[in-house]
């Protein structure tokens, strides 16, 4: 249980054009997801807090109108990157919270997209 | 303010041999720790967490990690390693934030090697 998708894997892109990212929850119903981003040999990095029907809350620096975040179900979580530009490119990682043993919540990470601007 | 250190960018071992990756932690209250493993172009998998319940974890894969709180740290560690084992390696610690949710903060990571 507890899995989630991202698709696509990989994608390459011209500047100046926009990219989706999907992010699915396939097993349980996610009402919070959240949007990493990884650059090559560095640590992830929050971008930004994703809840199903409201706005995503954006983490210091990281650009709303760019990183376009909606959340219009309970199981699915998109990522735009609007006007993408070269050092847009990074490995772009979503994770979606599920309430498990004890009453805890914990992050369940999906396998990433590595996004590639010409 | 929550932070973790990892000690070190890169560590290597033979196969066969004990693993201890190191990490170190800051909080200003008693934290949930976590350590996952990411292999190359995937995402991340859980090893192991600490949530104030018992200070020595058992995770899965034969790793395991003790919380010390005298020593604000939450190493790494695993008796014999596998080839299989190679992998970058995160310690993470949860800060609780208004609402119950958590934010994850990640540590800079360990690359294992491991080696024949």
């Known amino acids: 249980g507890a899995v989630v998708s991202q698709h696509p894997s990989r994608v390459i892109c011209k500047s100046g054009t926009s990219v989706k990212i999907e992010c699915r929850s396939l097993d349980f119903q996610a009402t919070t997801m959240f949007w990493y981003r990884q650059f090559p040999k560095q640590s992830l990095m929050l971008m930004a807090t994703s809840n199903e029907g409201s706005k995503a809350t954006y983490e210091q620096g990281v650009e709303k109108d760019k990183f376009l975040i909606n959340h219009a179900s309970l199981t699915l979580s998109t990522l735009t990157v609007t006007s993408a530009h070269p050092e847009d490119s990074s490995f772009y990682i979503c994770?979606?919270?599920?309430?498990?043993?004890?009453?805890?919540?914990?992050?369940?990470f999906g396998p990433g997209t590595r996004l590639t601007v010409l | 303010a929550q932070s973790v250190t990892q000690l070190d960018s890169h560590v290597s071992v033979s196969e066969g041999t004990p693993v201890l990756l190191r990490c170190n932690y800051s909080?200003?209250?008693?934290?949930?720790l976590f350590w996952y493993v990411q292999h190359p172009n995937k995402g991340l998998q859980l090893l192991l967490k600490y949530t104030s319940a018992a200070t020595l974890v058992k995770g899965i894969n034969g790793f395991e990690a003790e919380f010390k709180k005298s020593e604000t740290s939450f190493h790494l560690t695993k008796p014999s390693a596998h080839m299989s084992d190679a992998a970058e390696y995160f310690c993470v610690v949860s800060l609780p934030l208004f609402g119950g949710y958590n934010k994850l903060i990640f540590g800079a990571g360990t690359r294992l090697a491991v080696h024949p």
């Open positions: 909080s200003s209250y008693s934290p949930s």
């Open positions: 994770s979606a919270r599920d309430r498990v043993s004890g009453g805890m919540y914990e992050q369940f």
